[in-house]
């Protein structure tokens, strides 16, 4: 082996400790992070964080082979380390199975990703939404900048509060009445668009009690920027148990 090959195996090792440390701090707050997940209050909410979690923990590693490529280059190959004979060695060198591996790499993770998890994710949350032989029907009306609700066949018309029963899959169908806004409750992991002159559908499973009173992450609250309320286009949510469902149901039916 020649003395600049050596250099260059010397300089990969070195790099692959540099990955690996940087791995270590990297994916230890990632896994903190995920620990520290302020609620997942859907099924939906968790096959959108385990993608989440998925994805953030390979952009890590990426990001960690990329950064410390270049922080540990600057560092290793610094002009004043070598001498003037020995650093055109490094810069005239092209190393082809690099590019190529590399190439190869980025093509490879993006289209494992197109299918993990990408087509699996939405496959699940499209089969919750095929699956549900009776969804709880609720009609979400947005305008500037409000939200109401009404359970048509419950006969609960243009209340102000989203009250939603535990363990059943909800037809939210989505309306506005004026500009583009977006329907969103944190905890729930989804959200969609509402797009003026459309009827939109979101379906939304949820699994965790709790109101927006006690967790405020159980909220209905815009996310598309809708005009000077919009910050305060929100809605008090309560996810009740079916029994306290049918009573709530019965107190503000006509
Ligand atoms: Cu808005």
New binding site residues.
């Given amino acids: 082996m020649n003395a600049a090959k050596e250099n260059l195996w010397k300089a990969f090792r070195g790099l692959v400790v540099v990955w690996i440390i940087g791995m270590a701090i990297g994916e230890t707050l990632i896994a903190w992070g995920v620990d520290n997940w302020p609620i997942l209050g859907s099924i939906q909410a968790h096959i959108t964080a385990d993608a989440t979690t998925y994805l953030m923990w390979q952009a890590v590693a990426i990001y960690v082979l990329v950064g410390g490529t270049i922080v540990y280059s600057a560092v290793r190959f610094r002009a004043s380390s070598m001498s003037d004979n020995e650093a055109p060695v490094y810069q005239k060198r092209t190393w082809a199975p690099f590019i190529v591996t590399w190439l190869a790499l980025a093509i490879a993770i993006n289209l494992a990703n197109t299918i993990y998890p990408g087509m699996v994710g939405l496959e699940q949350i499209w089969g919750i939404q095929l699956d549900a032989k009776n969804p709880l029907v609720i009609d979400v009306t947005a305008q500037q ?1 409000k939200w109401t609700f009404s359970y048509p066949k419950q006969g609960v018309t243009d209340v102000s509060e989203l009250v939603v029963p535990e363990g059943r899959t909800i037809d939210f169908v989505l309306r506005t009445k004026d500009v583009m ?2 329907f969103w409750v944190p905890a729930w992991g989804e959200k969609k668009d509402v797009i003026p002159n459309e009827v939109r559908h979101l379906f939304i499973t949820p699994t965790v009690l709790g109101t927006t009173a006690t967790n405020p992450m159980i909220r209905v609250q ?6 000077n ?2 910050p305060l ?1 929100r809605a008090p949510v309560k996810v009740v148990t079916a029994a306290n469902f049918k009573t709530w149901v019965a107190n503000n039916s006509f």
């Fill in positions: 900048w806004h977006d815009c996310s598309l920027i809708c005009g309320g919009h286009m």
